[in-house]
């Protein structure tokens, strides 16, 4: 009779437990994957640095094309003249004292025609603004990803939590159980001190768990600006399917064509072979067009009478680089070690887009086994579990063999749901690795979230 009391008080035991990680799942989680990124996209400092950052680069083209055009510049200036002729062999000014003040006004109009120099400065700011695009398209990838990991860090933080809480709760109760068969002498002393140990170390575990998972809210609210008190963890059922294409060199071929690391270190290349073309033209001639008007207004002289003059000149200007002290040839050569330099980081980086693309492929058919082979662990564990519960009521398991039958279903469970996140966050470095991840497969993504 009694033995039916304690496997009915154990079962009661074990559905309150499975009952407290169902509420704090449901209760727990509010704010889904989408409202953090979107949060994020106004509030996250980085994303928000890069977005200026393409802002000021888009006026490198603005002013490459200003200084083509002509440029005005306007002067006035004063003088005055105070003058004591002492002496003089000049009979035209003979001896004395004057006095007198000068006035004059000028506008000078500049129009570059040929500047080799300005010519590929502008060639070079196209590319450093289609550089600038494609930083800000991985400031963009960059920050999905971010969201995405640090919010699936929280989800397994809680799990972690709520596991923890359900196996203290199970592990209290079968302390309970322990003790009250110690006194009615159906168990060595033994499973008592089984059961208080575990339910210290499981306690332990617990506040650990709570200062994890604090952490991690804390750094989604880092990239979003506010606060986040819960999050919607995934559905019980999600459908997980392989890469589409499933094969490894499509994926490797897209991530070639269109990365924007990839792009942005072409761009870079650009910018190195047209810095050589700007650097080169320090030794071709320049030739401008110059246009100048003149007013000078004289009230003395030292003829004794003052005079106001209007000039205009209009000049073609040619000026040829002759010796500079080797400084332009030194320049030529420190760009094409530039172009160079590039050159090789363009190689580098085409060979860390093919790796990453490889590992995030591999990453997603890795996960989806480890799915499937946990999925299956979860379901022995539990068999398990309610053997070796049975066994101890009957007397054929010890108490240290029930507690680690329990440990070992929270851990299944546990690696079970980090398997999915991994699953999840690889399908997304592989479209990131591709070039082809946008916030939409976010959104795709938080329909598998309640």
């Given at each position: 009779?009694?033995?039916?009391?304690?496997?009915?008080?154990?079962?009661?035991?074990?559905?309150?437990?499975?009952?407290?990680?169902?509420?704090?799942?449901?209760?727990?989680?509010?704010?889904?994957?989408?409202?953090?990124?979107?949060?994020?996209?106004?509030?996250?400092?980085?994303?928000?640095?890069?977005?200026?950052?393409?802002?000021?680069?888009?006026?490198?083209?603005?002013?490459?094309?200003?200084?083509?055009?002509?440029?005005?510049?306007?002067?006035?200036?004063?003088?005055?003249?105070?003058?004591?002729?002492?002496?003089?062999?000049?009979?035209?000014?003979?001896?004395?004292?004057?006095?007198?003040?000068?006035?004059?006004?000028?506008?000078?109009?500049?129009?570059?025609?040929?500047?080799?120099?300005?010519?590929?400065?502008?060639?070079?700011?196209?590319?450093?603004?289609?550089?600038?695009?494609?930083?800000?398209?991985?400031?963009?990838?960059?920050?999905?990803?971010?969201?995405?990991?640090?919010?699936?860090?929280?989800?397994?933080?809680?799990?972690?939590?709520?596991?923890?809480?359900?196996?203290?709760?199970?592990?209290?109760?079968?302390?309970?159980?322990?003790?009250?068969?110690?006194?009615?002498?159906?168990?060595?002393?033994?499973?008592?001190?089984?059961?208080?140990?575990?339910?210290?170390?499981?306690?332990?575990?617990?506040?650990?768990?709570?200062?994890?998972?604090s952490d991690s809210l804390q750094a989604l609210q880092e990239v979003a600006g506010e606060s986040i008190g819960s999050l919607n963890p995934p559905r019980a059922?999600?459908?997980?399917?392989?890469?589409?294409?499933?094969?490894?060199?499509?994926?490797?071929?897209?991530?070639?064509?269109?990365?924007?690391?990839?792009?942005?270190?072409?761009?870079?290349?650009?910018?190195?072979?047209?810095?050589?073309?700007?650097?080169?033209?320090?030794h071709y001639p320049t030739i401008d067009l110059v246009g100048r008007y003149n007013n000078k207004d004289t009230e003395g002289s030292l003829f004794g009478g003052g005079s106001d003059v209007d000039s205009t000149d209009i000049l073609l200007q040619l000026n040829v680089p002759l010796y500079q002290g080797g400084y332009v040839n030194s320049r030529v050569r420190e760009a094409k070690y530039h172009l160079s330099a590039a050159s090789q980081e363009l190689v580098k980086q085409r060979r860390a887009i093919e790796r990453q693309t490889r590992s995030a492929f591999l990453g997603v058919n890795s996960a989806l086994k480890r799915v499937d082979a946990l999925k299956q662990s979860v379901g022995s564990s539990q068999l398990a579990l309610e053997a070796k519960q049975e066994g101890f009521l009957s007397g054929l398991y010890t108490s240290l063999a029930v507690l680690d039958a329990e440990r070992d279903l929270y851990l299944a469970k546990q690696d079970y749901a980090q398997a999915r996140y991994d699953y999840l966050l690889n399908s997304l470095r592989l479209k990131q690795a591709s070039g082809s991840l946008s916030a939409a497969d976010l959104q795709h993504l938080d329909q598998w979230f309640r």
């Open positions: 009779m009694s033995a039916l009391a304690d496997r009915s008080g154990f079962l009661l035991s074990l559905t309150l437990s499975l009952c407290i990680v169902f509420l704090f799942s449901h209760i727990a989680f509010s704010a889904g994957l989408l409202d953090v990124y979107q949060l994020a996209v106004k509030n996250d400092p980085t994303f928000q640095s890069a977005n200026y950052q393409k802002m000021a680069s888009q006026e490198i083209r603005k002013q490459a094309i200003a200084k083509l055009l002509p440029t005005l510049v306007g002067s006035a200036e004063y003088t005055n003249t105070s003058q004591d002729i002492k002496s003089s062999d000049n009979t035209v000014f003979g001896v004395g004292n004057t006095d007198y003040d000068t006035t004059s006004y000028s506008l000078t109009l500049t129009q570059p025609i040929f500047h080799w120099d300005l010519i590929a400065g502008y060639q070079q700011s196209k590319a450093e603004v289609l550089r600038a695009e494609a930083e800000y398209r991985i400031a963009t990838h960059d920050l999905i990803i971010r969201v995405a990991d640090l919010y699936l860090q929280a989800l397994a933080a809680n799990d972690q939590l709520t596991f923890a809480r359900a196996e203290e709760t199970a592990v209290s109760k079968h302390f309970e159980l322990a003790n009250s068969r110690l006194e009615m002498g159906l168990v060595p002393i033994t499973d008592l001190y089984d059961a208080k140990a575990r339910k210290a170390s499981v306690q332990a575990q617990t506040f650990e768990a709570e200062n994890l998972l059922n999600i459908s997980l399917s392989k890469p589409d294409p499933p094969e490894m060199d499509p994926w490797i071929a897209g991530a070639l064509r269109q990365n924007p690391a990839i792009d942005l270190q072409k761009q870079a290349l650009e910018v190195a072979r047209k810095e050589v073309s700007r650097q080169q033209g320090g």
